[in-house]
């Protein structure tokens, strides 16, 4: 009976090899790989085949039914995630021991919150940069939900949102304010309106779009009697229901202001249909030791040191 093959040691090649497979499950199979990886199918074709010859493993099915993993390749891509994070918490443990920071530093922000001149993340990105120029900064957007999730399971080292709710287990830096108000586009009814009264008496039977959230108080009243028949968590979705002419909604004044001055958009009763929400950084309680987070937190409250920031209440 033949024997298994076994790996006496994990060499370079073994991880180069394991890498591409694990892009190659993300990203659902070798033809969407290609341009993840900038190799031809070909390669990585032969790639796989190195990795399942090395391993003695049948780690997937690939062809005209599409790809699919195994069991064996399941538990594999188990542990190579496995692997690579405690790779990235060795290489991490080492970089402490040096005073030049380096590593990986994983931000995720909620929906459009750069675009927020009040935003302190641009400035002290700027700032990050020239002080620990070896670290990798990698920034993207995500929803909140899945942005706290990902602080919490050290998935991702720090996240920028909208405070809505507390969790435990999360630190929270307020930040600064974010204003959000009622908004039509120029094809609703009531864009051409003048008359308050009519406004407000109006309202009632619009059609709202919405986030679908689980919200604080004050935007739960701010919600209550309209018709909840539009869902779009992101800004940009939400503002394509309000131009359409069928929908109101809310929208913070830094996004809408451009289509505010460009005549697509308008506020309807400003003064009564508006609500504010902290924008606070969220980081993990008790989470391993990493310095570049902890730098850049600690650019952020250098930050609202210098700008005089009162911290927002919760």
């Known amino acids: 009976m033949a024997k298994a093959p076994t790996i006496a040691q994990i060499a370079d090649f073994d991880l180069r090899l394991l890498k591409i497979f694990k892009t190659v499950v993300e990203c659902g199979g070798f033809a969407a790989a290609e341009t993840e990886l900038n190799v031809s199918r070909s390669t990585i074709s032969i790639h796989m085949a190195n990795l399942e010859s090395r391993l003695g493993l049948k780690l997937c099915q690939r062809g005209r039914s599409g790809f699919v993993l195994s069991e064996e390749g399941q538990q594999v891509y188990q542990a190579v995630n496995r692997l690579l994070e405690q790779l990235e918490d060795f290489r991490s443990s080492l970089n402490a021991l040096h005073v030049q920071l380096g590593g990986e ?4 922000t909620s929906d459009a919150l ?41 998935e991702i080292h ?14 929270y830096l307020p930040l600064y304010e974010e ?67 069928g ?36 980081s993990k309680r008790h989470a391993r030791s990493h310095r570049p987070r902890d730098r850049f937190l600690g ?6 040191v210098k700008q005089s920031k009162i911290p927002i209440e919760r």
């Open 105 to 108: 530093l994983r931000i995720l």
């Open 158 to 171: 720090l996240g920028i949102i909208p405070f809505h709710r507390e969790l435990a287990g999360l630190d």
């Open 299 to 304: 650019l952020l409250r250098e930050w609202l």
């Open 179 to 245: 204003f959000c108000y009622l908004y039509c586009g120029a094809a609703h009814p009531l864009f051409v309106e003048a008359d308050e009264a009519a406004l407000a008496a109006a309202l009632p039977g619009c059609r709202l779009a919405h986030a679908e959230l689980q919200v604080h108080p004050e935007i739960s009243r701010q919600l209550a009697g309209f018709q909840r028949l539009g869902k779009a968590y992101y800004y940009e979705s939400r503002t394509a229901l309000l131009l359409s002419g």
């Open 114 to 154: 750069v675009l927020d001149p009040r935003c302190p993340l641009v400035p002290v990105m700027q700032e990050f940069v020239q002080q620990a120029p070896q670290v990798r900064l990698a920034l993207d957007i995500e929803a909140m939900g899945e942005i706290e999730r990902r602080v919490l399971a050290e």
């Open 247 to 282: 929908y109101i909604g809310f929208l913070p004044d830094h996004y809408a202001a451009p289509l505010v001055a460009a005549g697509q958009l308008r506020a309807l009763l400003p003064e009564q249909h508006h609500y504010s929400l902290g924008v606070v950084a969220i």
